[in-house]
């Protein structure tokens, strides 16, 4: 059992970027509280995040091997070393075997009197609650999402059956919540639309873990009570004995706040495309373009993007992953000097705080939205897969903080967004009256986002609550 003086937490995250990193932030925010850390993760993924916890002596990097299973390609410990997203439901089954070594650490901490105040292990990661439990440690949950799209996620499991004998564009009604806008089908994630008795081997394995998630002590959820209060009930309610979601974000500003502090004295080396953003003069000029690290985007609908923003006649900065793709002929002349393209990893954040930025069309993954959010920039919602439609939903008609690319609707095959699509949207953000009111929705909301980071802040408050009462267990 914990002790009243314990001041250890036990981290394991789920190994994808998306759900890593904001563990890493948490375990700054925690560490700030006085309160040691061990994450336990495995050797090529403790490699990765070695570099965001050094100066952090409270912080404990604890690996255990990678297992090895049929069908996983050798050497694949993250996402995104996956040959492709294929291989995902091995990959899933190969973590369900860190069962055994996760325990021995436990118990080690147990034995020598040093139980932690608690684990928050990655929702994929079910299987630890069963181990937390036999151990008497309490088990917070962690899924990456924020409170409205796992509450939609959760309730359209639930209700799925009648959700299939719905048409793609009907409005779905989920009993007990009101939403800020009209659900349709093709919102929800593919795994409850493509399956509504759930009997394939992937719905089999969320509804496994969706079990062990229902009965854990709590929910970690990156995301602000300002942003997302009167969702939180509704969400909960899918959980047993009372566990409270516990909003404690937006988790990358606890990094940020580091940040600013050493840069007191340090002069920050410019990378080429804030140096880009440096020269262009008006403030708010900018749209930056990023589609994350998980949605493939084919070479041909990068094709309509491109002529897209030329057409659109606005400055931007595109973040482009395809290694195979290369800008279609004639359109480098035409944007020469008001486009940059490029095709690095960037500090996208840097980007969006930068005062040129003035526009984010983002494909609405949870981080981008959050990130976008606190820099008070408003979003181009195109979502793409998984939850980014409810994202997006909540960006733009629940909160107003931004517009919508216009996507022709379709029941069956992926079809091209078409540059004029593109290009107006990128011009009502940029230009119209549509932008300007997003605008002056998301800057305050911005605002109110670091407020809740600091010292009486929402989730600043939220994070030492958590924290007495895990003692008091
Ligand atoms: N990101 C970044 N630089 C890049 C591309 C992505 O910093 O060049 C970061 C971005 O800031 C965000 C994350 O990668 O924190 C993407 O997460 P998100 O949830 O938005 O989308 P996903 O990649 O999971 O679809």
């Not at 981290?11 to 040691?36: E, R």
């Not at 089954?93 to 055994?100: C, G, M, Y």
């Not at 990130?371 to 008609?397: F, H, R, T, Y």
Request: charged share 20%; glycine share 8%; with cysteine.
């Amino acid at each position: 059992m914990p002790s009243s003086s314990s001041s250890h937490v036990v981290i394991f995250p789920f190994m994808a970027q998306g759900h890593t990193l904001p563990l890493l932030y948490l375990s700054k925010a925690l560490s700030h509280q006085q309160i040691k850390v061990t994450i336990i993760t495995t050797p090529s993924n403790a490699n990765s995040m070695a570099k965001y916890v050094t100066n952090h002596p409270d912080i404990n990097l604890h690996e255990i091997p990678f297992p090895t299973i049929d069908g996983l390609p050798k050497g694949c410990e993250n996402t995104s070393q996956l040959p492709s997203m294929e291989f995902l439901l091995p990959f899933l089954q190969a973590t369900k075997e860190l069962q055994k070594p996760f325990e021995q650490v436990l118990e080690t901490m147990i034995k020598s009197n040093t139980p932690p105040l608690c684990v928050i292990s990655d929702f994929f990661l079910g299987w630890s609650l069963a181990s937390c439990q036999a151990l008497g440690v309490p088990r917070l949950a962690f899924h990456g999402m924020g409170v409205l799209s796992m509450a939609i996620s959760k309730s359209s499991w639930v209700h799925a059956p009648q959700i299939d004998s719905l048409s793609m564009f009907d409005p779905v009604d989920l009993p007990g919540m009101r939403l800020p806008f009209t659900l349709t089908k093709a919102d929800l994630p593919a795994e409850t639309v493509n399956s509504s008795n759930h009997d394939d081997p992937m719905s089999k394995f969320i509804g496994e873990v969706g079990e062990d998630d229902a009965k854990s002590w709590g929910i970690i959820v990156n995301s602000f009570k300002e942003l997302e209060e009167n969702h939180i009930p509704s969400f909960e309610s899918f959980y047993m004995n009372g566990a409270k979601a516990w909003c404690l974000g937006p988790l990358f500003l606890y990094d940020e706040m580091e940040g600013l502090e050493k840069s007191i004295n340090q002069s920050q080396i410019s990378s080429m495309s804030t140096q880009w953003l440096d020269e262009q003069i008006t403030p708010d000029s900018v749209i930056y373009v990023s589609f994350g690290t998980q949605a493939a985007v084919s070479d041909s609908q990068l094709d309509e993007v491109a002529f897209g923003l030329e057409e659109s006649g606005f400055p931007f900065l595109w973040v482009v992953r395809s290694k195979s793709w290369s800008l279609p002929g004639g359109v480098e002349e035409k944007i020469k000097g008001r486009g940059l393209i490029v095709k690095e990893w960037v500090d996208q954040r840097q980007i969006l705080s930068h005062r040129a930025t003035g526009g984010f069309l983002s494909h609405c993954g949870w981080n981008s939205v959050l990130e976008s959010v606190a820099a008070g920039v408003p979003i181009l919602a195109w979502p793409m897969m998984a939850e980014q439609s409810l994202n997006a939903k909540l960006i733009v008609d629940g909160l107003g903080a931004g517009t919508s690319i216009k996507k022709v609707q379709n029941q069956g095959s992926e079809i091209l967004v078409s540059r004029q699509a593109i290009s107006e949207g990128v011009k009502e953000l940029m230009g119209g009256q549509k932008g300007r009111s997003a605008r002056e929705r998301a800057e305050p909301l911005g605002r109110v986002a670091r407020r809740a980071v600091q010292k009486d802040g929402s989730s600043h408050d939220t994070l030492s609550k958590l924290i007495d009462q895990l003692r008091r267990c």
